[in-house]
């Protein structure tokens, strides 16, 4: 596993961690759905040129590289988030945690990994479904489409703001780590849910959108 480039010194051990363990992402129900290891890793995938896009945009991209400011609010146009953003970190067992099953259903960073706008990928995950209380924030996340913006709000009052390059839809028997945690050199967005077909309390696939950096504001 590649280092985090642009992760904290003292994060870096966390997140390589999350890497290697189980990537848990709520998918209502009972609570969360069960992601994949790190060891079932395989070869970077390409679906829809995606390789392509992303070499393009990072030389059309002229956004400079944020410092660390963690997110406090994500809001995606296109299908209508416009969420807080709380912190989430590494689960006992050592799985990435969760936002809570609640009706005020919100996104979460992944702490570990780097704010939004820094060198590096950065990961929030969210909910499809929230048991009782219905859609979860990230419900609409497989309907984004390339070009498609993703704004954060970080807590020094900077923003953050990204294009789509690519979703994503695999069985989370075959979660890429690598591409989602690998190291990269520019800033990037990492978007998690769950999504496919549902089997009985979980579904059986994650969306991942991933997005670089376009644009950024004080």
């Known amino acids: 596993m590649p280092s985090a480039r642009?992760?904290?010194?003292?994060s870096r051990r966390a997140f390589a961690m999350a890497a290697v363990a189980s990537v848990l992402v709520g998918c209502g129900g009972r609570g969360a759905g069960?992601?994949?290891?790190?060891?079932?890793?395989?070869?970077?995938?390409d679906p829809d040129g995606a390789g392509a896009e992303r070499s393009s945009?990072?030389?059309?991209?002229?956004?400079r590289a944020l410092g660390h400011s963690p997110p406090v609010r994500l809001r995606i146009p296109a299908i209508g988030v416009d969420?807080?953003?709380?912190?989430l970190g590494l689960a006992p067992d050592g799985t990435v945690e969760v936002p809570p099953i609640a009706a005020d259903d919100r996104a979460g960073w992944y702490r570990h990994s780097p704010t939004p706008g820094q060198v590096g990928p950065s990961v929030l995950l969210g909910h499809v479904t929230v048991g009782a209380y219905g859609d979860g924030v990230f419900r609409d996340l497989a309907r984004l489409r390339r070009g498609d913006r993703i704004v954060a709000r970080r807590k020094d009052g900077s923003t953050a703001e990204f294009a789509v390059t690519a979703v994503r839809t695999?069985?989370?028997?075959?979660?890429?780590a690598d591409d989602v945690y690998g190291d990269v050199d520019r800033p990037e967005l990492?978007?998690?849910?769950c999504g496919g077909p549902r089997e009985g309390?979980?579904?059986?696939?994650n969306?991942?959108?991933?997005a670089t950096l376009s644009a950024t504001s004080s």
Not at 83 to 87: H, N
Not at 190 to 193: S, Y
Not at 207 to 210: A, D, E, G, L, P
């Open 207 to 210: 969306v991942i959108v991933f």
């Open 83 to 87: 969420t807080p953003v709380i912190r």
């Open 190 to 193: 990492r978007l998690i849910t």
């Open 201 to 205: 309390e979980e579904y059986r696939d």
């Open 6 to 10: 642009g992760v904290r010194p003292l």
């Open 34 to 45: 069960q992601g994949a290891t790190a060891g079932s890793r395989r070869r970077r995938e």
């Open 170 to 176: 695999v069985a989370k028997a075959d979660f890429p």
């Open 57 to 63: 945009s990072a030389s059309a991209n002229s956004a």
